[in-house]
Nanobody, 122 residues
Framework: QLQLVESGGGSVQAGDSLRLSCVVS????????MGWFRQAPGKGREYVGS????????DYTNDVLGRFTISRDNAKNTVYLQMNSLKPEDTAVYYC???????????????WGQGTQVTVSS
C-alpha cells in the first residue's frame, strides 16, 4: 500500500504562486499514475490534473490549464503541483491521489492523501 502526505498549502494573495508536494511512501509508486484533486467548501471533489506513470503525460482540467504544472521525481518519491497566477476560485483543500491506471479518473484512485488547504484572497 501507499501513504501519501501533502504539504505546501497556505494563504496567499491572488496572482501569487504556491508549490504543493506529495511525498509517497510504502510500495514503489513508479507504476502509479499520480494526480491532484481539490474540494472547495460545499462542493464535491474535482479533478485538477495528473501525470501518467507510463509516459509522464500530463493532463489538466481547463480551469487550471496554463497556470498549474504537475511533475514527479521518482527518485525522491515525490509529486509536485506548481500553481501560478492563483485565483480566489482556486481556494480548496488539495488532495494527492494515486491510481493503478495509465490515466487518472477519480474512480480509479486507490490511495488518497489527507489534504492541504490552499486559500487565495483577492
Amino acid at each position: 500500500q501507499l501513504q501519501l502526505v501533502e504539504s505546501g498549502g497556505g494563504s496567499v494573495q491572488a496572482g501569487d504562486s504556491l508549490r504543493l508536494s506529495c511525498v509517497v511512501s510504502g510500495e514503489s509508486f513508479t507504476e502509479y499514475t499520480m494526480g491532484w484533486f481539490r474540494q472547495a467548501p460545499g462542493k464535491g471533489r474535482e479533478y485538477v490534473g495528473s501525470i501518467s506513470w507510463i509516459d509522464s503525460l500530463t493532463d489538466y482540467t481547463n480551469d487550471v490549464l496554463g497556470r498549474f504544472t504537475i511533475s514527479r521525481d521518482n527518485a525522491k518519491n515525490t509529486v509536485y503541483l506548481q500553481m501560478n497566477s492563483l485565483k480566489p476560485e482556486d481556494t480548496a483543500v488539495y488532495y494527492c491521489a494515486a491510481a493503478r491506471a495509465v490515466r487518472m479518473r477519480i474512480d480509479y484512485v486507490k490511495w488518497w492523501g489527507q489534504g492541504t488547504q490552499v486559500t487565495v484572497s483577492s
